[in-house]
């Protein structure tokens, strides 16, 4: 514990997580030493170095995507409606008028 104490230095601390431990905790400020309950150890799978998953083949993506049903009436839309094709000046017609956008 002092050499690992000692290689954390003063300025950082360091979080060991073991399944025991024989030492007074208290003794390193840079150091807190938790044990890990043995309900969370009896589900670690030891010795063991190929931890790959065997993955299923996905199920098929359908081309089209489906539309509502026509039974299902459309949903209300909200807000206000937008005009219709430029019945509107841009918002920046005016700077761009005055050239203040070159």
């Known amino acids: 514990m002092r050499a ?3 290689d954390v230095g003063p300025e950082r601390t360091l979080l060991i997580c073991c399944k025991a431990f024989n030492a007074r905790t208290d003794a390193f400020e840079n150091l807190t030493v938790k ?34 049903l026509a039974s299902e009436p459309a949903a209300p839309r909200r807000g206000r409606k937008r005009a219709s094709g430029g019945a509107e000046p841009s918002l920046f017609a005016a700077l761009d008028a005055k050239g203040a956008g070159k």
């Open 4 to 6: 690992i104490s000692e």
């Open 35 to 68: 044990k890990i309950p043995q309900a969370v150890l009896a589900r670690c799978e030891w010795s063991r170095d190929d931890y790959s998953l065997r993955i299923a083949e996905a199920p098929p993506v359908p081309d089209d995507t489906p539309g509502p």
